[in-house]
Each structure stands twice: as structure tokens, then as C-alpha cells.
């Protein structure tokens, strides 16, 4: 199993450099170019503070973008947001369906191991990739703050990482049983998925009827805005990201175990 | 001699489609087995299920007096499979993709390795994705032999190699089998089954039917092959 697992992280390798260093490269651009905007920050955070709802679906009704932790919160949350759920979203929807699609699965299937161990180290691999990503992002925001001599709000900024590796796993979980489906490439299935949360969120926090059904998307929980104000998140949140997570990776190994694989 | 290969009754079906209708075979142990019939017969379906990677419907597959449900991944170390496609993760080196099918199988076969490397003149510093067919297949080949396995199975081995390669897979065959291994050779070409095999069957519509000589002729060959079209 050690060298399956070895061999999926390698091959997912390439993936994980480009999209840790174009997500973190990104948000640090996003934090330097603060000092470059400071002068106008204030005008500026008043106008977006006065959007209605809008202020309020960005979080800058409860954050001031004129102090670089509500710069970062409104900006490069919603950077770090969206990147990190597409990352998550296309590793975990071809992870298991591409040794179909590419035709490398009679060679993986023929070697002497079932096809729940092969699952466990996709899975593992996908966990590891993530947790690795978040750390490589999290030390270009540190590096951010430090270059621009702010103090760090570790409390909140790690609570803020902590939570989006929650939602990138919810959102994994679910594109990773979505790719034990039969083995065509699913790339902009997981990739509308990831986008369809972060607009169901977006929405939620604009449309009135809407908010009392947030939780159920995983940005409820991961929103910067609310974290970087230490507003506590809903519970049930929490509770049906972990359900999320323990059905789809469930389905992964019922569905991949029962069904036939093409050749 | 023991049966290395049993299978009963077997019977699978995709949703509609047939795949292969109450098929019996034994295979023992020593025996070139030639499995020929024309595409979408049911040959591969017949070896997919040995192996595994179909749910049958219903009948039973034994491989070294193993369950090829129950004891899947025991069978697994025993065998040696050969695709007719032989594809592999592009980016690997073909010496790194030979030596993960082993690590998998949790043996150092490097010496064995090498030497079938020698012998199929396979250049493991190439990556799979500048290989040809021909030379995947060859790849394919040191994978499936170099744990020395007591069974193997092959899918229309020798489409993409050249007659020279061909000879020398035969000779390689030979010389395992002459060791105690068992082979199964699912093809097209009745050259091969005519002077390789010991013993052969012909698959069509699904359906299996011992033939009871592998020396057959061209004639009678093909005729299984025309009915399969009227």
C-alpha cells in the first residue's frame, strides 16, 4: 500500500506546486499590495462599508478593509476561498476515475491489492495533498504580514486555514464518491460543485429567505469575514460538513467495490 | 496434474448486453492454453472476470484452488496479466514502472527483471509516453513475468511486436511453463495457438466450446468466424 500511496502523491505532485504556489504567490501579491492602496483605503472601505447587503455577503459591514486583517479577510479569503475548493474539487473528482479514462487501471488492479485498499490510499493521498496546500498558503499569508512589519493574528488567520482545510475536505469528499462513478473525467462537474457552494454562500448572505439555510453550504463555516470578527460558527454547520465528508468517501468504497471496471 | 484454472457455470451480463453465457473451462497445470474467438466473443470478459475486475453473475472461478472473490488479492500475487492494452502513467520512467509493479507485490524481482529487460531489449530509461505499442507491450511483459507467477494471463500479447520479439515471448513462455507455470494466451492468431498451445478453446457469442486439438486449419478456424457474421 506504502508505494501505491507514494505513487499517487507523486503523481499528483505536479498539481499540488501549481495550484499551493499560484493560490499563495496570489494572496501574498494581494497582502503587499495593501500598503500600495493604504492612502485610499479609508475612502474606500467607508463605500463598500454603505452597500447594503452586499457589504454584508463580503463581510465588509463587519470589517474595515482600511486595517490589513480586514484587507485580508474580504480579499484574499475570498482568493484562498475559491482556489483552495477548486483544488480540492479536481484532485479529489479524477483521483479515482482517471485510472479508467487513462486506461491505467488494469495495470493497478491487476497488481495484488483490493480495490478498498487502492481507495484508502487515494484518499490518503488527497488528505495528505490538502493538508500540504494549506500549509504552503499559510506561509506565504504569514510572510505577507511579516514583510509589511503588521502583527500576525495567528488565532484567527489559523482558525481561518483550519476551517477552509475543513471545506476543502467537504468538498473532496463529495467529488471524490462522485469519482468512483463510472470513469470519465469529471473535471467540470468538481469544478462547478466548488463553485455552485461558493455561490450558494455568496447568495445566502444576500437574499434574506436564504439565510437561515446557510449552513448547509461549506463556506457557512469558513467565511473570513465572520472568523477574523470571531463570530462563532453554526454548529450544525460543522456537524453536516463531517456528514458530508463520511457519506461521500462511504459511497466511494460501496459503489467502487461493487460495480465492474472498464477496461 | 491439478487444475490451476476452473471455472463453472460462469455467467456474465452487461445490463442488456451478453458477455458470456454458462462458460466451464479447466486449465492444468503445465498447460499452454490458447483461448481464441472473434471481438466481442467473450474472451476478454472471460479473463476480466478471473480477474476480478467484473462482478459475475453467477457461476463460480477457482485459480489455485482459490476464489477469485474471496481470495482476490491472493490470486493476485500468483498471477501475471498481460493486457491487450498496455497503458501505463505517461510520466513514469519504464524502470520505475517496473520496479512499483513489484514493490507492490512487496518482492525485489530486480535480477529477474533485468534479465527479461536484456532479453526483450527494453530501454528502462525511456519515459511510457515516448513508447510505441510494441515497446509498452514489452513493458507490459517484464510487469507480468517478473515475479515469476504461477499463472499467466495474456490478452492478445503479440499485437504490435515484432516476429522477432514474438519468438522471443514464446521462448520466455516455454521456459517458465517448463518450470511448472501454467498459461493462458487469449489471441487471434492461430499460427500461435497452432505452435505454442497444448490445448485450446474458441469463444462465440459468449459461449465456449473446447476444441479437440489445437492444431487446427485455417479452414475450420475462419469458419468459426463467418458463422459468428451470418
Known sequence: MKAVLKRELLNNMKNLLIWSLSVGILGLICILLYQSMQGDMKEMAD?????????????????????????????????????????????????????????????????PLSRSKILVCKALCIAVMLVVFTVICTVFYIAGFIMLDEEVPYEQLLTFMGRQLLMNFEISGICFGLSSLAGKNRTGLGLGIALIC????????????????????????????????????PENSLVLAFVFIIIGVLFAFWNYNRRDLAS | MENVVEIRNLTKSYGKNRGVIDVSLDIKQGDIFGFLGPNGAGKSTTIRSMLGFLKINSGGIKILEMDSVKDHERILKEVGYMPSEAWFYDSMRVSDVIKYAAQVRGLDCTDEAR?????????????????????????????????????????????????????????????YVEQGATCLLSTHVLSEVDKYCKNAAIMREGRLSMLDSPHIDDETFLKFYEEEEE
Open chain 1, 47 to 111: 463605500a463598500f462599508s454603505n452597500m447594503g447587503a452586499f457589504s454584508d455577503a463580503f463581510g465588509m459591514s463587519t470589517l474595515s478593509i482600511a486595517t490589513l486583517k480586514g484587507y485580508f479577510a474580504t480579499e484574499v479569503g475570498t482568493v484562498h476561498g475559491l482556489g483552495s475548493a477548486m483544488f480540492a474539487a479536481i484532485i479529489a473528482i479524477t483521483i479515482i476515475s482517471k485510472e479508467e479514462d487513462s486506461h491505467t487501471g488494469e495495470f493497478l488492479f491487476s497488481l
Open chain 1, 198 to 233: 461558493y455561490c450558494y454562500d455568496l447568495m445566502g448572505r444576500v437574499v434574506p429567505d436564504l439565510k437561515d439555510y446557510l449552513y448547509i453550504g461549506p463556506y457557512s463555516y469558513a467565511n473570513a469575514a465572520e472568523i477574523f470578527t470571531d463570530t462563532k460558527a
Open chain 2, 115 to 175: 534479465k527479461l529487460c536484456e532479453r526483450l531489449k527494453v530501454d528502462t530509461t525511456k519515459r511510457i509516453k515516448e513508447l510505441s505499442l510494441g515497446n509498452r507491450k514489452k513493458v507490459s511483459i517484464v510487469c507480468a513475468m517478473q515475479h515469476r507467477p504461477k499463472l499467466f494471463i495474456f490478452d492478445e500479447p503479440t499485437g504490435g511486436l515484432d516476429p522477432l520479439m514474438q519468438k522471443k515471448f514464446f521462448e520466455l513462455i516455454n521456459e
